[in-house]
């Protein structure tokens, strides 16, 4: 490892990017769920599975039992909610033959303050628990718009052993406790963005590019928002 690859990694989790960790936390944002073999009855294609602590499991319209699906994990904004991140994507979870998993927040948006350790990160590893056991899983992306982005990379980075993605939506910060893996990142912002400034993406990709990480940096002419050309490139690199 050169000197300034060390010096870079210093810097991940750092004020500018970060806010501070809570005192005691001994988990590191480290996820305990695993892929494994379906243990509850198949779900009929093109279902929407309630979940245990407000999750929701969106099952698509080409579902086959025996072949597993990859699966997106789909972290709402502030005051979202997994019903309606669910619906939003299940149109492309249609088109690409995938699971889409939306947990919701502890509170009204992510534990920003505490993540990735947090009972945000525990709500998120039951309701991956909780997909196992309705559905095979080939792979998975940890993604998320706006504080959703922030916290999906954060756990995400802490996560790489089972999130081989982790797309983030117009992010605004991320901190790390732990690193694992070496999952690729896609971020994406809109330069006119009035929610999230443009400058912290740009801040966000290119730290994580020069710790070595397969970053895609996607600016659009946008705000706070996910255009479709956006969404399309994000399942595009996820898929291929």
């Avoid at 806010?19 to 480290?30: N, Q, S, T």
């Avoid at 979940?51 to 979202?80: D, I, N, Q, W």
């Avoid at 095979?136 to 993605?165: P, T, Y």
Wanted: hydrophobic share 45%.
């Amino acid at each position: 490892m050169t000197q300034t690859r060390r010096a870079v990694l210093g810097l991940i989790g750092a004020a500018s990017l970060c806010l501070p960790a809570r005192a005691g936390a001994a988990k590191d944002g480290r996820l305990v769920s695993r892929p494994s073999p379906p243990t509850l009855p198949a779900p009929s294609p093109g279902t929407f599975i309630p979940l245990r602590g407000g999750a929701m499991l969106y099952v698509p319209k080409t579902f086959a039992p025996e072949s597993p699906m990859p699966l997106l994990a789909m972290l709402h904004g502030a005051g979202g909610d997994a019903l309606s991140t669910a619906r939003d994507f299940a149109p492309a979870a249609d088109a690409r033959g995938m699971f889409v998993l939306a947990p919701k927040s502890h509170n009204a948006t992510w534990d920003l303050h505490h993540m990735p350790e947090s009972e945000d990160a525990d709500t998120i590893d039951d309701a991956l628990d909780q997909a196992f056991a309705h559905v095979a899983v080939a792979r998975l992306a940890l993604a998320g718009i706006s504080d959703g982005a922030s916290f999906a990379l954060s756990l995400g980075l802490a996560n790489g052993d089972l999130f081989g993605d982790v797309i983030a939506f117009s992010a605004g910060l991320f901190r790390i406790r732990a690193r694992a893996g070496s999952p690729r990142i896609f971020i994406s912002h809109g330069r006119n963005d009035r929610v999230l400034p443009f400058s912290g993406a740009e801040r966000i990709a290119a730290t994580l590019s020069a710790a070595g990480y397969d970053v895609a940096f996607h600016p659009f002419d946008g705000g706070h928002e996910v255009p479709p050309d956006v969404l399309n490139a994000a399942l595009d690199r996820f898929l291929q």
